[in-house]
């Protein structure tokens, strides 16, 4: 649409043609520039508040239901993959919680970093898994897929700090002042561009002080984005494959890689969708779509369940034993109620 363009030039134009002297063409052309700012200031305000208008007398209410509408149906189509998946997680999150109660006084007590490192990273991949289901029943396949790739980074440290012990999680945890020191640096360096006040010069030298006794304990490679695994690791500038690749989850990389690419604006991402896997149309999709949950749905469980698994491992029981075996079995079900439902779908 250009029917603002339109009028301005057909208003233009009328002007041009009631001109009878090369000096009226010549003052007219000169106003032009006058006019285009004169609209320029007055017409957005006035179309803006036209549009809020409308939006708040009903306008959003309509836009709201049409996307509860479309959950509904996008419930009832895979509504036994969504209800699995919303039990799978609730029992990992409450096996998680228990598991917390149980031995986080005496981890308090005997300053268990390990213990209290792990259990927040299985926390923080139960809100990244409710993340996901989210976007899921909202029909937003591809965003789901994407926070998919954060679980399974999640899932990959806590093997690997899991594995490598004590020694590697205090790293892991003293690498915070390195990534806070950086950050506070280059939002100071910015800060007139983005308009935000930065943290005080105060603030940016006490965590400078903790960064320079993180570099004169672990040397200057601590700096690095993954520093606080390359003594582990034995390999200077590791990356996130190296860490996927010595905990045995380096299939996943092909996976990884095809999340990320929803997240970055390669020519691939602006081509291809999940949410548009059953359609060869050439569409523009904008919205929420009822396509392509199978893959993100099922990675979600198996990356939720190897960090529960992982959690529970540190201190195995009955309930625990019998509650990894739950998990286990559901992940497997999981991935068959959606394939399922695809399967109905493209055929």
């Known amino acids: 649409m250009q029917i603002l363009q339109d009028e301005f030039n057909k208003s233009i134009a009328e002007l041009v043609a009631s001109a009878k002297t090369e000096a009226e063409l010549e003052a007219i052309a000169a106003s032009a520039p006058e006019m285009l700012n004169e609209i320029l200031n007055r017409l957005p305000k006035t179309i803006l508040e036209s549009i809020k208008r409308d939006a708040y007398q009903g306008g959003l209410d309509e836009i709201r239901q049409s996307h509860l509408d479309f959950k509904a149906r996008n419930y009832q189509r895979w509504k036994d993959g969504f209800d699995a998946l919303e039990l799978f997680i609730g029992i990992c999150t409450e096996a998680g919680d228990n598991f917390n109660k149980r031995l986080r006084p005496t981890a308090t007590k005997n300053g268990d970093i390990l213990f209290d490192t792990i259990t927040r990273l299985h926390a923080k991949g139960c809100l990244v898994a409710k993340e996901i289901a989210c976007l899921l029943t909202n029909g937003f396949a591809d965003g789901a897929h994407s926070r998919w790739r954060a679980l399974h980074e999640i899932t990959v440290t806590s093997k690997f700090l899991t594995e490598k012990g004590t020694d590697t999680v205090e790293r892991y945890l003293a690498h ?143 309930d625990n034993a019998v509650a990894m075996k739950i998990i286990l079995e559901m992940t497997n079900e999981i991935g068959d109620l959606f394939l399922k439902v695809h399967k109905q779908k493209s055929t």
């Open 176 to 318: 915070e002042y390195v990534d806070s020191y950086k950050g506070a640096c280059q939002h100071k360096k910015y800060e007139e561009r983005l308009q935000a006040a930065p943290l005080s010069d105060h603030a940016i030298a006490s965590l400078k002080v903790k960064y320079d006794e993180a570099i004169s304990r672990y040397g200057s490679d601590f700096s690095n984005l993954y520093g606080w695994a390359e003594d582990t690791l034995g390999k200077k500038r590791a990356n996130f494959a190296d860490l996927e690749k010595s905990v045995d989850l380096d299939h996943w990389r092909p996976y990884y890689k095809w999340s990320s690419q929803n997240i970055h604006a390669s020519a691939k991402t602006i081509r291809s969708s999940l949410g548009m896997t059953e359609t060869s149309a050439d569409l523009l999709l904008v919205g929420s779509s009822d396509s392509g949950m199978t893959d993100p749905a099922h990675s979600m469980a198996i990356s939720l369940s190897q960090v529960t698994v992982n959690l529970l491992q540190l201190s195995p029981n009955l």
